[in-house]
Every structure is written in structure tokens, then in C-alpha cells.
């Protein structure tokens, strides 16, 4: 039980899949303009990560570890997380039309993120359980919106203040997301796992 | 050797039949045509078509009928491409520029006391009236300017004047103006009288030595065309008709009145 | 004892200098009658009122110029007898279009007045007599807001009235007009309050003075004690500014909110400005229109500053001329008070109901200012009295996301100045937030 706590702990603040294990960057800049576009985002990707991991981690154990060919585990790997993405979209276009159009390009980049690839390949290193792993799974997701989602509130207020020119749009963007980071190392320390 | 090949296809094959399954259920019908009239669109997304930028026009025009010459920045060009694709006629509307109708720059209209304020028409318009001794005339704050999605409108002297090769007619320019100075006029008319003025003769004086007093000489020197009336003490020019005799450009004592077909 | 020390404090506000030695300790004087008075039409908040008269008429003092012209509105009356010389369109304080009634006053009489007919006890009359005597006689709030008083005294059904409260703070810097009206006339105002209590069925009434008015504490309720009238208290409130803001005396005295764009008839009470109690007086029991006020003529631009009772259609020019004249360097002269006031570019305006302030302001007065942008400093938030976030807004507005701004409640903003004064990058946060509620009001309604 503990374990999970510091599992979920230590996903979320202290290595925070974008801030500090700097994973899944592309989305994160790229969906950081408006606060509703960045938490639908982060419900897609939620929903993703939480499946991946647990059909990864199955797919591992009782297909790749029982035939011996751990070596197909980024491509058996990418096969779901693009299936499930896909998954995604055509679920959004159907129910949730103008989000689907927000998100546009950034919704099939899912899959070449490396969060989601990164996230079941560290649950194997890991070597956790099922519950672990889906928990773990579940748990950088949050990260990674929580990341999101502050980073959309100080985008759009810097944006707003007027910065000088050579500064405007993604310039001041990334300078801000190295001082987010920053901010983040703080938790460093915070759980010994 | 085998197995691998296997594992791996039967995977394949088994997220390829569940994707298959969800878009058989989860299918949205959605007319093509729609996307690819939106790639005939020029995707400024400026709204002068009256809609919600491209998309909506595209939408508007295959499912709603909506008129094929609306695009204002596409201009007949794209009206023809929508025709051609659309398999109808339409003919192309006149294509349109804005014009500030105002001259009063910093040399000939006076300004009533310092302000010192936010640099925009709109919040100088509440401080006492604007700064500007000539209740009707241009500011000169650049909030037209700002606006304008292809920097047409420049600022000379305090006053703004729009460059008509640039302007693609998609009126912010007018929803910005707080004086509603800035009207839509065919390119093709080339005289204008750049005044807005309400006011007797006399009094815009006083403030405008370029303002409209109100002479009506240009009405009776285009008294036969009927393209110039009186509204007030303001002269208007009618833009359904040709203005014929340009001789009322040096005849207008205040010199308020331009042909741009002479640039 | 009737004087009790009101204990709800209110978020924010400042101290600005106040500056009211200039002209606190003079009694009030009367500016002989002007030549010409300029009688605008458009003196309350509301419609403005239709001329009843035309070019070339006779008019007697008193005698009504204008007429009420719907629900929301008030007669204007001639402050005295003279002929029409002409009805123009003008510039009011504001910048505002406004129609100017020209009263050419040479050669007539002060006795050359319309019959008044005053009334020895007004207790015996009834509160509809009285209601009427307030809207015949065009009484409306001189406070600055303008409003029609006869509209505020009647509140619609199911809203009464528990508490009135007379607003005597007099925040803004520099004037002096309402202190001098408590010191000078102490009668005409508690039967003024005794009166709107009659109207209103109210037993608890208030006069609230900031604690930098010891004098008038005390005239005030010597007075009240001398003639046991036991439902009069004097509320005493700490001094800053905007203690004198409707809402925020509401809450000062009585701990109620009014909630956001509500009416304070909505928890039950009422405010009332102290010139218009005292005119409420003068309608009811002298049977005199509302046609002068005491205004301050003040600031270190003027070489005798002190308070003047001055017809309405005053022009500027006159009250300067009046106290002195100006001294060299004024560089601003303003309408009303220094923080809600409106500057002015020329001395032709002429004073109205709502008139209470004039000043000419030299350079170490008034600031020019560069303004930079926002530090976030929160300077501003921590100044405002409506509990709002000025950095935010003006962020806002200077992006020109004005529905956000909407979001974030600048229709509450009452535009009193609090965080302009305070911010210290010199932004024009109040100029912001017009121009987004002018924006926000030209937009259709949804």
C-alpha cells in the first residue's frame, strides 16, 4: 500500500514525466495556448496512459516474456499505444466534436509521444506488479496534466502582458517551462523509492 | 523464429479488429465536401463572410446554400473556384475597401488639452469627449490600425488613411472606429469627401480649417449626375453612382474632397 | 449618548492627502447672480428633462424651465427671473452632449418669483403630499450619481426600507460643501431626515461622518439631543477614502452587503446624500425647487478657496473669478472631486444639482504620468474596495479579451480610482475598465 502511495507520489511531483524526466514535450508546448484545450488534453492522454499501461504490462508478461522475444517490446508496444489512440479519436469525434477539432494534430501525437512509450517501458524496468504498473500508469498521467495545466495558466497570462518581440510565443515558452522545472527540482528528496 | 512472427501479427490483427469495430460504431457522418471546400477557402478566418471563420463558411455553403461570393478576402477568385467545384454560377460581388472619412491631421484641426491616457480611440472617446476639438474627427490613436489583420492602415500626421491594395475588406477596421469614421465604399469609386462633420460651417471652422462648411457648391456642380446630396450640413457622396465631374476637387474650398484616381 | 463608532471595516481603499484645511473653516458665501446662466437639461441620472420653454420667453425665479420627461428623470427650474435668450446644444462636465437653456438675468428682480407656498408643520401633511412636493421641486441626489430622490423614496413593493443612513463621510479630498452644510444648518438637515423617515415608515436613521469631522459630530448631535429625538444616531467611521461610497457605508454601518449589481434597497436600507436632505427640507416645508448648491472651490490653484452657493447654469468662470481667480501654474481644473471628478478643458461649463466640487490644481497636485506594465505587485487588489482584482483586469483589457474581463466582474467595478492611486507602475486601471464597460454595454444583450 505504501509502495503505491510513494509510487503515485513520486510520478506526479517528484519525477514528473514532463518537468523533470523532460518526456512528452511536444504536446506540452503545443497544447498549452487556451486552459480548456490543455484539460481536454489531459483527459485523453489520462485515458491513454491508464489502458496502455495495463495492456502493455499483460502483453509483456503473457506474450512477450512467455515466448522469449522481450526484444519486440517497442514495437508490440507502439502497435497498442497507436491502436488506443486511435481509439481516442474516433471516440472524440463522435461525442465530443469541438474538442476533437481544438486538439486537431496534437491528438494523434499521442502516440509518437514518448511519455506513453517511456511510461510502459519504465513500468517493466521496474519490474512492478499489475496493480503497480496500471497505478504508475494512471499516476504520470496526472502528472503530465498537472504539468499541462499549470503551464497553460502562465502561458496565457504571459501572453496577455505584452513580452518584447523577440520574446513572443514560444520563445518566452520555453524559458518558462525551464523555470517550471526549476521549481519542480524542489520536490527532489521527497520520497525515497 | 515463427512464434515471433505470429505474436506480433495476431496483436496487430487484434487491435486493427477493435479498431474496426469502434468505427463501425462510433462513426460520424460527416459530409466530405465540407473539408474540402474549407481548403478552398483562404483561411484568414476574418469573419466578413458574416460567419464563424472558414469552417463555418464551408459548412454554410454545402449544407446551408449559402451564398458563393461572401469571401471577401478571396474575392472572385475564390468565388469562381467554389462555383467550379460546386458545380453553380455566381456572380463575384464588388470588391470592396474601407476609407477613413476624415483629413483633420495635427497641421489643420486643432486638439482641445493634453491627454494622457491609454493610447486607444475607444478609451480617449470617454475622457471629455476626446482630445480631438472636433467631436466627429479621427482621433488618431491607431485602434483601427492595430486591428487590421494585413496592416493596411497607416497613420499620418494623427489621422488614419487605409492603402486600398491592401485592405481585403473585412470590416474590423469599422468595429474598432469609435466615431464610425471608416465605411465600406467599391474600389472603383475613386472621389470621396474625406469629412464627417455634422456641424455648421462656422463652428468647423473654428476646429478644422479642412472640415466641410457646407458650401453645396459640389452639389450644383453635380447637380445633373445626382451623386452628391446634403445630409445636414455635411455633403455625402452617393456610392451607387459614378462621380462625373471631377472639377469639384479644386472647386471645394476647404479641400476636403480627393481623387485617388490621380495616385 | 447618540454618537456610536461603526465596526465593520471594509477591504481596501487609501489615504490620499485631503487637503480640506483649504477650505473647511470659512462660512459658506453666496455668488452675487451671474449675468448669463447656461441651465442644462440633462442635471440627473436618467432621461434628460423636455424643455418647456422657447427663445424669447420671460421666465420667473422658480418657474419650470424643463419637464420631467418619464419615470427615471426630474423638472429643471429657473434659479431666477430673466428672458431665453436661446436653447442650444453643449459640452456638459463629462464631455457629454448636453442641451443648454441660455438665461439672460440683466436688469430683473430677485422678488420676481413664481408663488411659493411653505408650510409651517409639516407633519400634518401626507406622505404622497410630500413625495410630490420632492418630485415637483426636481430634487435628485447631489451627491454626484444624480438620481431623481422622488424614485429612491419610493422603493417598490416588498423591498422597505429598515435603516436610512445620511451620507455626511465626505471622502474626496479637497471638499468641504457637505461639512459646511452640517455646521451651518444642523436644523434643515435632522428635519430633512425627519421627513424621508415619515416617507419611508423608517424608525432607525444614521448620519454617518468620517472622524475627521469632530466639529460637526458635535453641532450634530448636540442638536439631536437638545430636541430628544431618540431614532437619530451619529455614526462615526474611520477616515479614507471611498468611505462616502454607497455600498461601502452600508456595510460600515450595518454589516450588510448589497449584492453585486443590486440596490442597497435590497437589505433594506437607504442612502441619502446631506445636500439632498437639506433640499428635500427646502421642497418640502419652504416649497422651493432645487435650483442652487454649495460647491468647494478649492485646490492650490485658487487664490481664496472656500465653499459658494451658486445657482445651477453657473459658469465656471464666474466661481473663479469669485474666490480670487486663479494663481499662476494651475495645470488641471477638475469637476467634482480629484478622484472621481472629470477634468475639464475649458472654464464655460456651468455647475449643475450634482456639482460639488471645483478645483484648480497646480503641478505638485496632479501627476502626468509613463505608464509601464503591470508588476503584479497586487498593490492594486489589496486597495479595492469592491473586493475585485485590478491586475487581472486591466491585463485583460489591454489584450482586449473584454469577455473575460466580464467574467472577472468589472460591471461591479464602481470606478472609484482606489487602484490607479495605488499602482505603483502608474497603469490608467480606471480607463481600462470604462472602455471594457462601454464595450460590454454596446454589446446586444443575449
Known sequence: MIKLILIVISAVLVNNFVLSRFLGICPFLGVSKKTSTALGMSGAVVFVMTLASAVTWLVQTYVLDKLGIGYMQTIAFILIIASLVQLVEIVLKKFLPSLHAALGIFLPLITTNCAVLGMAVLSIQNKYTFVETVVFGFASSLGFALALVLFTGLREKIDRSNPPKAFKGVAIALITAALLSMAFMGFSGLVKI | MIETVLAITCIGFGCSFALAIAAKFFAVKEDPKIGEVNDLLPGANCGACGYAGCMDYAKAVVSDDAELNLCAPGGSDVTASLCEYLGKTAEAAEKQVAIVLCMGTDDVAKRRFDYNGIADCRSAHLVGGGDKACTYGCLGYSSCATVCPTNAIEMINGVAKVHPELCIACGKCISACPRNLIKLVPEKNTVHILCSSKDKGPVVRKVCTSGCIGCTMCVRLTKEEESISMDGFLAKIDYTKEVQNKAIVEKCPPKCIIDTSNN | MNIFKAKFKIHGGVHPKYRKELARNEETKKLPLPKILRISTTQHLGAPSKPVVKKGDYVKKYQLLAEAAGFISAPVHSPAAGTIKDIVAGTGATGAPITEIILDTNNTSDEDLVGVFPTNDWNTLSPETILNRVREAGVVGAGGAGFPTYVKLSPPPGKEIQTLIINGAECEPYLTADYRLMMEHPKCLVEGIQIICKVLNVQDAHIAIEDNKPEAIEILSKYVEENSIPNIKIATLPTFYPQGAEKQQIFAVTGKQVPS??????????????????????????????????????????????????????????????????????????????????????????????????????????????????????????????????????????????????????????????????????????????????????????
Do not use: W
Not at chain 3, 505608464?371 to 489591454?398: D, H, K, T, V
Open chain 3, 261 to 446: 449589481g443590486g440596490l442597497p434597497s435590497e437589505v433594506g436600507v437607504l442612502v441619502e446624500n446631506t445636500g439632498t436632505t437639506v433640499a428635500i427640507y427646502d421642497a418640502v416645508v419652504k416649497d422651493l425647487p432645487f435650483i442652487e448648491r454649495t460647491t468647494t472651490v478649492s485646490g492650490y490653484g485658487i487664490e481664496n478657496p472656500s465653499n459658494v452657493i451658486a445657482p445651477i447654469g453657473t459658469p465656471y468662470q464666474d466661481l473663479i473669478d469669485f474666490c480670487g481667480g486663479p494663481k499662476d501654474g494651475v495645470k488641471k481644473i477638475i469637476s467634482g472631486g480629484p478622484m472621481m471628478g472629470f477634468a475639464q478643458a475649458t472654464a464655460e461649463t456651468t455647475t449643475t444639482k450634482t456639482t460639488s466640487g471645483l478645483l484648480l490644481l497646480t503641478a505638485k497636485e496632479i501627476s502626468q504620468y509613463e505608464s509601464a506594465p503591470c508588476i503584479s505587485c497586487g498593490r492594486c487588489i489589496a486597495a479595492c474596495p469592491m473586493n475585485l482584482m485590478p491586475a487581472e483586469l486591466s491585463q485583460f483589457c489591454e489584450a482586449e479579451d473584454f469577455e473575460s474581463a466580464a467574467e472577472h466582474r468589472v460591471m461591479d467595478c464602481m470606478e472609484c480610482g482606489c487602484c490607479a492611486f495605488s499602482c505603483p507602475a502608474h497603469r490608467p486601471l480606471v480607463q481600462h475598465f470604462r472602455t471594457a464597460k462601454a464595450f460590454l454595454r454596446a454589446q446586444p444583450k443575449k
